[in-house]
């Protein structure tokens, strides 16, 4: 049974830092990491693929975020830099991508099977 756990979360001031971190169950070729806000939809914010760790980002945390992988642990890591206060929201963690390969699907919440529990991230002003 696939089993995603995020883990790394917290409270900071805007400017700040955090380092999120998502171990799997196994390795995959597709991970992803999403933010959901209070009263928003979920959206994507940074995708990794294949061998090579291809990156793609939400232009929101362009230059601020950074995706990365580790296959020998199962682990995908979101460094976050440079934190707003729009950066509020639960972040999760998916894995296994189902759709054809486009950048709009590879940040679309409904190209991913399987999916953590979420790790809340919460920046003051």
């Known amino acids: 049974q696939t089993q995603l756990v995020e883990s790394g979360g917290g409270s900071v001031q805007a400017g700040g830092s955090l380092r999120l971190t998502c171990t799997a169950s196994e390795n995959y070729y597709s991970m992803a990491w999403y933010r959901q806000a209070p009263g928003k939809e979920r959206a994507g914010v940074a995708t990794i693929r294949g061998e090579s760790s291809t990156t793609y980002y939400a232009d929101s945390v362009k230059g601020r975020f950074t995706i990365s992988k580790d296959n020998a642990k199962n682990t995908l890591y979101l460094q976050m830099s440079g934190l707003k206060p729009e950066d509020t929201a639960m972040y999760y963690c998916?894995?296994?991508?189902?759709?054809?390969?486009?950048?709009?699907?590879?940040?679309?919440?409904?190209?991913?099977?399987?999916w953590g529990q979420g790790t809340q991230v919460t920046v003051s002003s």
């Open positions: 998916a894995a296994n991508f189902k759709c054809g390969l486009s950048i709009t699907n590879l940040l679309k919440p409904t190209c991913f099977n399987y």
